[in-house]
């Protein structure tokens, strides 16, 4: 039999008093201090049956300590030695996944809701990229750099950067209008990429690095982020000597990244503290990391990281990025949000209840669908299906959620009843749709609710996935050069099947063609092509329920490269071929397909026109505070 532990539960999601539970004797991880470092660092496990009292195994233990508050920004420091920066790389890092590619506006939206975040840091782009990508980045610098709140807020601006005056200098010119604007420069200095892609010499590569940290400085950019890529791969000693240097060039943070994702968070979290612990200057420095996830430990890395001394952290929301992806921002931000106690205290800034509609609006826009176990904001992260859990959850939600979905901005159950149908008014839509987190009004709730009523006309029961399967294909999608008004198919077996489509451009002008084809949907998309007549490539199709049922709404999502251009530059040199993903959702399949295909041209088609940009001679750059320590 199992030792068991008495733990006390919270009561956070109960007005009961705290009872206890008997449970399994788990593993403690023990976090020890060096006498030299506030910061906490992994000793060890232990897997002692012995019993003993642990902390409450919920997110806000009752009761909760007070809120800190987030500290003034400094580029080289922080006041507080607890508070981790949140740094958000979505907007560059993310876009890097295949089919993820987004428009201008779309970026600017997801920067928008970044800011709602509270994350400190948004990477907006990689300016050198192309025109578009500068111009974007540049439009999020303008507005969401300038947007300060009440409390003083206002996000970094950030743009990403090789080692060479064109690319820094792109990136200036795209975040310098920003409040607080920042250039994040590169350069590898792993052996196998100094002697395969480099091909330069150690010496080669510091000078570079230290002159490119030291041209960014002299156009006036105060605040200065180095990256040694593939430092998890790299020499120690060379490490301490390039980070030192550029650390005298007027770097203000020192990022590490893991670039293969092939370190453990053992050795990675000795390599923080080893840099810490050795590198000259880095006092006057904040460290950083950046773990991508190949081996599936990007989070468990990057904690590891922060126990060891880093303070900012380089995430993603719903993990995405290169191959397979980034540490979430999701899993980072609620792991310490839930055992930063636990941490030595570690806590950020972020505001956890726009967690949900984040993760949704980039799922959307970069068509990179959220595998239903993922951590925090899976579809089945706060499902109970097991009769045993069931019955622990009626008894106390604390026996099988060690946080609330409130928490992030998830709200499943309608405490008042309120079930939606065909007879349900703006009103009771209006209330439902708040109760999810989406506040529309004007034209937005107009248009959201007559394709409510369109649906409630075929289904008994509009359910909470259904709204927000309507709420993202009428809200979340691209400028529309062309939009869908009418669809006739006739298939079967009797002959070849064909599709007559009414396409509306944006003047209001309409056209009509008909086309035959293999099926209704290839018939369709033949036909949309003879309207639009810009030749693409289905890279990818793909049809799913959103609720069960033969009445379900369909969701469609496509993947389409464009057959002439659009192409960008990748971070590391290479040109590649864009491609555009869209959705599209509808009771009827053939209009969900064509929906979602016509959306998909619009994004590639919003890459033809660049943002509108003004610069208002109000948006002046505040400037950066230096730590009157920091080497020059």
């Known amino acids: 039999m199992a030792t068991t532990t008495t733990i006390p539960t919270i009561s956070k999601l109960s007005h009961h008093k705290p009872t206890t539970t008997l449970l399994p004797k788990i593993p403690s991880i023990f976090i020890s201090f060096s006498s030299t470092s506030q910061s906490p660092t992994f000793s060890h496990l232990s897997l002692s049956s012995t019993s003993s009292t642990l902390s409450p195994p919920q ?18 420091s922080i006041s507080d030695p607890n508070y981790i920066r949140i740094f958000d790389t979505t907007l560059r890092d993310g876009e890097q996944s295949p089919g993820a590619s987004m428009t201008p506006n779309q970026k600017l939206d997801i920067a928008r809701l970044l800011s709602r975040l509270r994350v400190d840091i948004i990477e907006a782009g990689f300016p050198a990229a192309s025109n578009a990508d500068l111009g974007a980045v540049k439009a999020i610098a303008i507005e969401v750099g300038n947007a300060v709140d009440e409390d003083g807020y206002v996000p970094v601006i950030c743009g990403l950067s090789r080692c060479n005056k064109a690319d820094i200098n792109a990136a200036w010119e795209a975040v310098k209008s920003a409040k607080r604007p920042r250039i994040h420069t590169f350069i590898a200095t792993s052996d196998i990429h100094l002697l395969h892609k480099l091909n330069k010499t150690r010496a080669e590569v510091i000078q570079i690095a230290t002159s490119m940290v030291a041209y960014a400085r002299s156009l006036g950019c105060d605040d200065v982020e180095f990256s040694p890529e593939d430092a998890g791969r790299s020499d120690r000693e060379f490490l301490y000597e390039i980070l030192g240097e550029v650390i005298k060039a007027g770097a203000t943070t020192l ?6 994702g092939y370190t453990v968070p053992k ?5 923080i503290a080893d840099i810490k612990a050795n590198t000259p200057g880095i006092e006057n420095v904040i460290i950083s990391t950046h773990c991508q996830n190949d081996l599936g430990l990007s989070t468990a890395n990057t904690v ?3 126990c060891s001394g880093a303070r900012q952290l380089e995430v993603t929301i719903n993990g995405i990025g290169e191959r397979a992806g980034n540490a979430s921002l999701e899993e980072v931000v609620m792991t310490l949000k839930c055992r930063g106690q636990s941490l030595g205290g570690l806590y950020t800034g972020i505001q956890t209840e726009n967690i949900v509609r984040a993760s949704k609006m980039v799922a959307e826009y970069s068509g990179l ?17 097991s009769g045993i859990h069931q019955h622990g959850m009626l008894k106390h939600k604390g026996t099988y959620e060690i946080m609330s979905p409130e928490d992030i901005g998830l709200q499943r159950a309608d405490e008042s009843g309120l079930v939606l149908g065909k007879l349900s008014g703006r009103h009771a839509l209006k209330k439902r749709l708040e109760q999810l987190g989406y506040f529309f009004e004007g034209k937005e709730l107009d248009d959201i609710f007559w394709r409510f009523k369109t649906v409630a006309e075929k289904k008994k029961h509009v359910l909470d996935e259904d709204i927000e399967a309507l709420v993202i294909d009428e809200l979340f999608q691209p400028h529309s050069f062309w939009s869908l008004k009418d669809l006739q198919v006739t298939c079967g077996t009797l002959g070849l099947s064909t599709a007559t489509v009414k396409l509306v451009d944006a003047d209001g002008k309409q056209y009509v063609t008909c086309s035959v084809g293999t099926g209704p949907v290839d018939s369709a998309y033949k036909a949309v092509d003879e309207i639009v007549k810009e030749p693409v490539t289905l890279m990818e199709y793909s049809l799913s329920g959103v609720t069960e049922g033969i009445d379900a709404i369909a969701t469609t999502r496509v993947v389409i490269r464009g057959d002439h251009g659009f192409t960008t530059t990748h971070a590391s040199g290479d040109i590649i071929n864009r491609t555009f993903s869209a959705s599209g959702s509808e009771v009827d399949i053939v209009v969900s397909s064509v929906r979602a295909y016509v959306s998909a041209l619009n994004k590639m088609l919003a ?10 001679a109000e948006n002046s750059r505040v400037s950066a505070v230096t730590s009157p320590v920091a080497s020059v």
Do not use: M, W
Request: glycine share 6%; net charge neutral; aromatic share 6%.
């Open 59 to 76: 997110c806000n233990p009752t009761p909760p300590p007070p809120t800190p508050t987030r500290p003034e920004y400094h580029p080289s």
């Open 255 to 260: 990022n590490i990244p893991d670039t293969v």
């Open 267 to 271: 050795e990675f979290g000795e390599l």
């Open 304 to 306: 590891a990281g922060a």
């Open 369 to 385: 669908l959220v595998q239903p176990h993922k951590a925090i904001v899976g579809a089945n992260a706060f499902k109970h299906e």
């Open 607 to 616: 890459y033809k026109n660049k943002p509108n940009l003004r610069e208002s």
